[in-house]
């Protein structure tokens, strides 16, 4: 290439190509404070408060737009605009937190003056770079993102698997919502961040999961409650008689999660979902995205409820069967992955503090959890246990002597009753063994029998409820 | 956790004992009392020593050439000072005898002279406090130290309480042979190799194999299969989980998609619950593939013809005697 045609292209790619279709935040980009409730799942009667601060757009009707993440526990949400100090009381209108989707209004009609609202992008660009806006000190902050790849991943905030855009960006402690634009469309919000790398809602998911909030009923996201593994080793589906090579994936376990579905088994090859076939790899060829894994079909184009037809190869040969979409529930987990907008639940009975097993108490218990812990928190049924209850430690006190080092341990029976849930617990303690409750952990466990004084529990438990200045005795 | 260590008796002097010590006698008066053995970083002169007891003990027990080990008595003690507890026991309220919580497997004496809630008062003629412990030559220690002072297959005298009476008993003590989490420390590890698969039994030496970090790479259904199990039951105690060790890649088995560190529980239908079941199962196998199933539900399969071929040429390649050590 000539110098002078070298110089003369490089001027021209260092032009503001679409300087024309800019996009203004400074008309539709908010700054939003959400003020909450916190607790601490090892000392769950207690209540902090905390203060998230993300960003959120103007969409049509009035609505401002930005992720679920944050919003658990709120019950007082302020925005501001145009980096102005005013702020403006929000109400959340809608929430989603499978989907990672919140939708705020507010109520003052000065907050909508002047204010512009802007369209959801209709597809994803793949490639090429974007801009990234949010509020900083009452300025607008723009960086810019490079596009890394569409691909199919989970939720942040739930086991929902959808569309995400990663791009890489030099933009600091971000995935509150930041807004990104290609030109005047926008692309997504932020959900994550990982050192240089963000994870975006991408518009056209967005767009679906508020189409299905508008429609009646709101069917929810749905999920593929089974789990499969790859195929690509041609012996694996030969030794099941299918003699085609780097086609299909192995059903390895249903009802992952609990959720009701029809049709599929362990040990089906699955080759074909909605139409597409599957790969050995468990990804299809999505007609706008290229190669996309599987997962994603199940919010694609679907909600909860509907039926998608799959291809399986079961017992020598090809079988066509409809998979009835189950709605994503994390109540319907044997141990429930999340708790959002829910206190922590504890029952103290002399001094023994009951929690059930769930995702929020393993997680304040950090790497150092117990193994045994780890191990029940991945069963997805026990027996005709329909959860499992754990006595998360002890309040010293005269009462319950000897047993003060006891934490984490999985209550198996009380006075001869089944324990799955706290509920249980009253039930039990109202049928004492004698004079005495008897209590056993799981047989796995350090310690197998513990046992206390029933005449003397109700005082001592007012006793230690009052020492420790705990307002309630159980919270359900 | 301490998941391949036992509680033997140490003795902690303040003579620091720095690496490169261990193995070297502890002197006191013109005689041996001891072997260095092990410092703690961060505790500053200090260090431990084996008494001469454990000593003894190893001596006599090496005398018909056979090493046993140190015996248990298969029994979890934990304090008895709940007033309620002791109440319900018949016991006084003193600080006399500990609680015999669960019992292990597979100890079977155990099983049939001792209960659940029995109350141990004394080991050996050693009074039992109600904190487990006992004064052993001027020392507070645990009463479960004292089972490891006698050989295995010998009995230990107990005094135990139970149905609100006195009980004396003499209960037989064995090293449990069957203890994986103790790890197959004196024998080299058995192994299969099915078409490069290589699988050998889950065990501490398995664990430690991975490396220091080893919790990092083992799920806990591993660790359950290892530790946890062995509580349930006499049936659950005795199974020895065959893990997939690692894969020698060849051509037949290079897209098995099934990691390293995973327990195999089927082939070609058949439970697989020690090294025996799977030399079985390979011997027996039929038909055209090898099919796997692991403990995280997920299948594979190996052409058996190519996997027969490609073990000569691994064996081979590898420098590997023979596809099998028991």
Redesign the interface.
């Known amino acids: 290439m000539k110098p002078l045609t070298a110089l003369i292209l490089g001027c021209l790619a260092a032009l503001p190509l679409r300087a024309e279709t800019a996009y203004n935040p400074e008309t539709s980009l908010v700054e939003i404070e959400v003020t909450k409730k916190a607790y601490d799942y090892r000392t769950p009667w207690i209540i902090r408060n905390e203060q998230v601060r993300k960003n959120g757009i103007l969409i049509e009707d009035q609505q401002i737009l930005t992720t679920a993440d944050g919003f658990s526990g709120q019950y007082l949400c302020r925005i501001k605009q145009r980096g102005e100090s005013r702020q403006y009381t929000a109400e959340l209108v809608w929430i989603d937190y499978y989907a990672n989707i919140a939708i705020l209004n507010v109520a003052d009609s000065e907050f909508w003056e002047e204010m512009v609202p802007v369209a959801l992008a209709t597809s994803i660009p793949q490639s090429g770079e974007l801009q990234i806006y949010r509020w900083r000190n009452g300025r607008i902050e723009q960086r810019a993102a490079e596009i890394i790849r569409l691909h199919s991943g989970s939720s942040k905030m739930s086991y929902v698997q959808h569309l995400v855009l990663t791009v890489s960006s030099t933009i600091q402690s971000a995935g509150w919502a930041e807004v990104v634009f290609d030109g005047d469309q926008l692309v997504g919000l932020t959900a994550s961040a990982s050192k240089d790398r963000l994870n975006i809602l991408p518009a056209e998911f967005i767009q679906k999961v508020i189409d299905g909030y508008r429609s009646e009923g709101d069917p929810g996201l749905g999920y593929f409650d089974f789990?499969f593994?790859?195929a690509?080793?041609?012996?694996?589906p030969?030794?099941k008689g299918l003699d085609q090579r780097d086609v299909g994936v192995?059903v390895?376990?249903t009802g992952t999660r609990g959720l009701t579905q029809h049709g599929l088994q362990?040990?089906d090859i699955i080759l074909e979902v909605d139409g597409f076939a599957i790969d050995s790899e468990g990804q299809y060829l999505d007609p706008d995205y290229g190669r996309l894994a599987m997962g994603s079909l199940a919010t694609r184009a679907h909600f909860a409820g509907e039926s998608i037809p799959f291809t399986v190869w079961r017992d020598g040969a090809v079988h066509r069967l409809d998979y009835t979409l189950p709605r994503a529930d994390f109540g319907q987990d044997f141990i429930p992955e999340q708790r959002y907008d829910q206190p922590p639940q504890y029952r103290i009975a002399g001094g023994l503090v009951f929690q059930p097993l769930n995702g929020p108490l393993l997680e304040a218990l950090g790497k150092n959890k117990p193994?045994?812990l780890?191990?029940y928190?991945?069963q997805k049924t026990l027996d005709e246990r329909t959860g499992l209850v754990v006595l998360s430690g002890v309040l010293p006190d005269d009462y319950?002597?000897?047993?003060e080092d006891l934490r984490y341990l999985l209550v198996d029976e009380i006075n001869g009753h089944k324990i799955s849930h706290l509920e249980d617990i009253e039930a039990a303690l109202s049928a004492p063994q004698?004079?005495?409750h008897?209590i056993r952990f799981m047989?796995?466990g350090?310690?197998?029998?513990?046992?206390?004084?029933a005449a003397?529990m109700p005082a001592a438990t007012r006793r230690i409820l009052q020492h420790y200045r705990i307002p309630q005795q159980s919270q359900l | 956790?301490q998941t391949n260590k036992s509680n033997l008796l140490a003795v902690q002097t303040d003579a620091a004992i720095n690496p490169g010590n261990s193995g070297g006698p502890v002197i006191q008066d013109g005689k041996v009392v001891g072997v260095s053995f092990q410092g703690k970083p961060g505790l500053e002169n200090a260090g431990f020593f084996i008494p001469p007891n454990i000593i003894r003990h190893f001596l006599e027990d090496l005398t018909d050439g056979i090493y046993e080990g140190f015996p248990a008595a298969g029994i979890?003690i934990?304090?008895?000072?709940?007033?309620?507890?002791r109440?319900?026991l018949g016991l006084a309220q003193n600080n006399i005898g500990a609680?015999i919580?669960?019992l292990f497997y597979p100890f079977p004496a155990t099983h049939e002279l001792l209960r659940?809630?029995d109350v141990l008062l004394e080991v050996a003629g050693y009074p039992v406090g109600s904190d487990g412990n006992v004064i052993y030559r001027g020392n507070s220690v645990h009463a479960a130290l004292l089972f490891s002072q006698v050989q295995h297959g010998e009995s230990i005298a107990l005094k135990i309480w139970r149905d609100n009476a006195e009980l004396e008993l003499e209960l037989p003590l064995y090293v449990n042979s069957e203890d994986r989490t103790m790890g197959n420390q004196y024998e080299p590890p058995p192994f299969i190799i099915v078409g490069g698969l290589v699988f050998t039994e889950l065990s501490t030496n398995y664990l430690g194999s991975l490396g220091r970090n080893w919790r990092d790479q083992v799920?806990?259904?591993t660790?359950?299969e290892l530790?946890?199990?062995n509580?349930?039951g006499d049936e659950a105690a005795r199974a020895k989980p065959v893990v997939l060790s690692t894969i020698l890649k060849h051509a037949?088995?290079i897209?098995?998609?099934?990691d390293a560190r995973s327990i195999l529980t089927e082939l070609n239908g058949q439970p697989i619950s020690s090294m025996a079941d799977l030399s079985a199962a390979v011997e027996h196998a039929e038909g055209?593939?090898y099919?796997f199933r692991f403990l995280?539900?997920?299948?594979?399969?190996?052409?058996r013809s190519?996997a027969l071929a490609a073990e000569a040429q691994l064996l081979q390649q590898y420098n590997i005697p023979s596809v099998q050590r028991l």
């Open positions: 789990t593994m790859s690509r080793n041609p012996a694996l030969a030794s192995v390895t376990e362990v040990g193994p045994l780890d191990y928190s991945q319950n002597l000897g047993y004698g004079a005495y008897r047989p796995e350090g310690l197998r029998h513990i046992v206390l004084d003397a | 956790m979890g934990v304090k008895l000072t709940n007033p309620a507890f109440a319900a609680r919580d669960s659940e809630n799920g806990a259904d660790l359950y530790v946890y199990r509580r349930l037949s088995n897209d098995f998609s099934v055209d593939f099919r995280s539900g997920a299948v594979e399969a190996l052409n190519e």
